[in-house]
């Protein structure tokens, strides 16, 4: 089993940024695809972004590509967002996952953290 814990969520104003760190731990993840989700009150969880741990291309949702990283610290064991240039629609609980590589669906979740951009 993979654990994923959330940090960094806040309230920030708009155009500022903000930085999540997922702990991963567990079992390695070295073949894990990473994801970052997020779900807006009334609205189904929605996918950011996503990367094989091991390495290679991050894969973005248009909604945010060009203000938000993903990276990871191999040495630590934590994924991060970098969010800049924050809008008041960022506004969600942001929630790290992890799957096997092969597998279709991520199946492992953090507890969220949540994020509030004012405008």
């Known amino acids: 089993q993979v654990q994923l814990v ?3 969520g806040g309230l920030v104003q708009a ?9 991963a731990s567990g ?7 990473m994801g970052w989700f997020r779900q807006a009150p009334g609205k189904e969880r929605e996918f950011l972004a996503a990367r094989l741990w091991s390495g290679g291309d991050t ?7 060009g203000r938000f990283t993903m990276s ?19 506004k969600a609980v942001y ?16 507890q969220g953290t949540q994020v ?3 405008s």
């Not at 155009?15 to 702990?23: F, I, K, P, T, V």
């Not at 894969?59 to 590509?65: C, F, L, P, T």
Request: charge should be positive.
């Open 15 to 23: 155009g500022g940024s903000l930085r999540l760190s997922c702990a």
């Open 95 to 110: 929630y790290c996952a992890a799957k096997w590589r092969g597998d279709p669906k991520f199946d492992h979740w953090g």
């Open 6 to 8: 959330e940090s960094g």
């Open 27 to 33: 079992r390695t993840v070295s073949n894990y695809v």
């Open 116 to 118: 509030t951009v004012s």
């Open 72 to 90: 990871r610290d191999r040495v630590k064991n934590v994924v991060y967002l970098q969010m800049d240039s924050l809008k008041p629609d960022d």
């Open 59 to 65: 894969s973005y949702a248009d909604a945010v590509k």
